[in-house]
Nanobody
Framework: QVQLVESGGGLVQPGGSLRLSCATS????????MSWYRQAPGLHRELVAT????????NYADSVKGRFTISRDDAKRAVYLQMNSLKPEDTAVYYC???????WGQGTQVTVSS
C-alpha cells in the first residue's frame, strides 16, 4: 500500500533553516507528482510546493518563493523541502502528498519561534 512518512520537523529560530524529508513506498515514485502542504492552527491546509516527475518542474506558493526549495530523489523514493529564512508565520504541520489518489503522510510539526 502507498505510504508517505515525513521527518525533519522541529523548533527553529526565525531566520533559521530546516530540511523536511518524505520517504515513500508502495508505488512507482518516479511516475508521480509530489507535493508539500502545510496547516497552521485554525487555518485551512494550503499547498506549499509541487514537483513534477521527469522534468522536475516546480511550483511554489507566493508566501514561500525564494525561501523554500522542493526536490526529489527518485533512487531513494523521497521528496524534500528545504526551508530557509524561516518566519514565525511558517509555523504549521507540514504534510507530504501524492496528489494522484489523494495520499497524505501523517505530518511533521515545524515551529518557528525565538
Amino acid at each position: 500500500q502507498v505510504q508517505l512518512v515525513e521527518s525533519g520537523g522541529g523548533l527553529v529560530q526565525p531566520g533559521g533553516s530546516l530540511r523536511l524529508s518524505c520517504a515513500t513506498s508502495g508505488f512507482t515514485f518516479s511516475d508521480y507528482v509530489m507535493s508539500w502542504y502545510r496547516q497552521a492552527p485554525g487555518l485551512h491546509r494550503e499547498l506549499v510546493a509541487t514537483i513534477a516527475p521527469a522534468s522536475r518542474s516546480t511550483n511554489y506558493a507566493d508566501s514561500v518563493k525564494g525561501r523554500f526549495t522542493i526536490s526529489r530523489d527518485d533512487a531513494k523514493r523521497a521528496v524534500y523541502l528545504q526551508m530557509n529564512s524561516l518566519k514565525p508565520e511558517d509555523t504549521a504541520v507540514y504534510y507530504c502528498r501524492r496528489p494522484a489518489g489523494g495520499y497524505w503522510g501523517q505530518g511533521t510539526q515545524v515551529t518557528v519561534s525565538s
